[in-house]
């Protein structure tokens, strides 16, 4: 069964405060998604990645960045944390393939105060 | 670009109605398509796909889905409800020729009464 964990379920931080989002999958897929998910908006992609080191805007990449250093492991980093981006974020991942579904992780909570 | 709506916002009902949720798409070539679900706290999983053949799909719990590409529509359909059916559902599409992101519909929030 496939696994996709996010680091944290609940996180509080700052304004201003950098804030890094860890996401790992253990199926060996090659690609990774970051979702911002908010009420009557549904799933918002931010980020995603076909590859190790390869990196591919979403929808609303404004305020975000991400890392691919290894296929497994996915990060998705808010530069200068604002309270616009208290959200639930979450992390998938799929196969390289079109016809497979993702993936999902339980989701972070991030509240910037 | 694509796009995909679902029109019912938040539905309610009492358990052992007949439900069914509507979701278009706006993209004229091959797509896949998939119903997700959000279940209270959970994290989101695959009810049903479809990518080619039949198009009314069966998925999991008793959910069905039928591919009208006439219309491009994917309604997902259950003759049954029960409470714990209660959870947030998602209609999305990809097109396989172009790229692999999957694109998302808002969300359609559905309360089963007991």
């Known amino acids: 069964d496939v696994k996709v964990t996010q680091s944290s379920r609940y996180l509080v931080k700052r304004t201003g405060e950098k804030v890094f989002l860890e996401c790992v999958q253990d199926?060996?897929?090659?690609?990774m998604f970051w979702y911002r998910q908010d009420p009557g908006l549904g799933l918002r992609l931010i980020y995603f990645?076909?590859?190790?080191?390869?990196?591919e805007k979403g929808d609303i990449p404004e305020g975000y960045s991400v890392s691919r250093e290894k296929k497994e492991r996915f990060s998705l980093i808010l530069e200068s944390a604002s309270t616009n981006q208290t959200s639930m974020y979450l992390c998938?991942?799929?196969?390289?393939?079109?016809?497979?579904?993702?993936?999902f992780g339980d989701g972070t909570r991030l509240s910037i105060l | 670009a694509q796009s995909v709506s679902q029109h019912n916002h938040h539905v309610i009902l009492s358990e052992a109605a007949s439900l069914e949720l509507g979701c278009n798409y706006s993209?004229?070539?091959?797509?896949?398509l998939f119903w997700y679900v959000q279940y209270p706290g959970q994290h989101l999983q695959l009810l049903l796909k479809?990518?080619?053949?039949?198009?009314l799909v069966k998925g999991i719990k008793g959910f069905e889905a039928e591919f009208i590409k006439s219309k491009f529509s994917f309604n997902l359909r259950k003759p049954s409800v029960q409470w714990s059916d209660t959870a947030e559902y998602f209609c999305?599409?990809?097109?396989?020729?172009?790229?692999?992101?999957?694109?998302f519909g808002k969300g359609t929030r559905l309360h089963i009464l007991p």
């Open positions: 199926m060996d897929h090659e690609n």
């Open positions: 479809y990518f080619s053949g039949d198009p």
């Open positions: 990645s076909y590859d190790v080191k390869m990196k």
């Open positions: 993209y004229g070539g091959t797509v896949n």
């Open positions: 999305a599409v990809n097109a396989p020729n172009r790229d692999d992101k999957i694109i």
């Open positions: 998938a991942s799929s196969p390289d393939s079109y016809d497979q579904p993702q993936h």
